[in-house]
């Protein structure tokens, strides 16, 4: 390699890969997956919900990635309310009476709000995201205190709020790459 050419490889290539930067928001879709994933509360397990919904590796950026992962996210939490409603019929205890219309009523609708908010306002539509996992948490709360440890309950609860990290990890990246 003559000097010239380490010249160019050394100063000038830099120069225009500088010139050229990828834009944020058409990043291949793994890149965005594990950016995503990387700042929930349980990177391995957002890993395996996004990988078992091929649509959502399909995006292109933030923003088809956030509206597909609020869909997953909604269609998952109205079966989750379907679910507490149905346990409701066997056992009509107080707290679960209260999750399935009172907080899962609240998450379904913060959900929804925050994916309805994604065409003009993406910090409600983030704020919104986050909010969706409170539901989970009154659940939750309600139910110890009457003394349910229903495993198929919790792991719903876990889900939702797997569900709220990561539609709150997506939308964040909005408000910096947009
Ligand atoms: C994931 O987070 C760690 C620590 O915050 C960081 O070092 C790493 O680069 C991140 N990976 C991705 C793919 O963003
Ligand atoms: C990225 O999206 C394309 C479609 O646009 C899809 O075929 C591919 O499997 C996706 N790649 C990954 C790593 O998910
Ligand atoms: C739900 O998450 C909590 C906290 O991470 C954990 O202790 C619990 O075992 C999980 N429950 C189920 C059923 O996965």
Redesign the pocket.
């Known amino acids: 390699m003559d000097s010239q050419t380490l010249f160019f490889l050394f100063l000038i290539l830099p120069l225009i890969l500088i010139s050229h930067p990828i834009p944020a928001n058409t990043e291949p879709n793994s ?1 965005l997956i ?2 995503v994933c ?1 700042k929930t509360i349980d990177k391995a397990g957002c890993l395996a919900i996004l990988r078992s919904h091929p649509q959502i590796l399909t995006a292109k950026n933030y923003l088809e990635f956030s509206r597909l992962a609020l869909e997953l996210a909604i269609t998952k939490v109205t079966e989750t309310q379907g679910f507490l409603k149905g346990l409701l019929k066997k056992n009509p205890s107080a707290s679960i009476r209260y999750c399935a219309f009172f907080c899962y009523d609240e998450v379904v609708g913060s959900f929804k709000s925050a994916l309805a908010e994604l065409a003009e306002d993406f910090e409600s539509s983030n704020y919104d995201a986050k909010v969706a996992g409170d539901g989970a948490n009154d659940c939750q709360t309600e139910l110890s205190s009457e003394r349910i440890l229903d495993p198929a309950i919790s792991s719903r609860n876990n889900e939702t709020l797997l569900l709220s990290s990561i539609t709150f990890a997506a939308t964040s990246f909005l408000q910096t790459c947009m």
């Open positions: 890149t594990a950016k990387n």
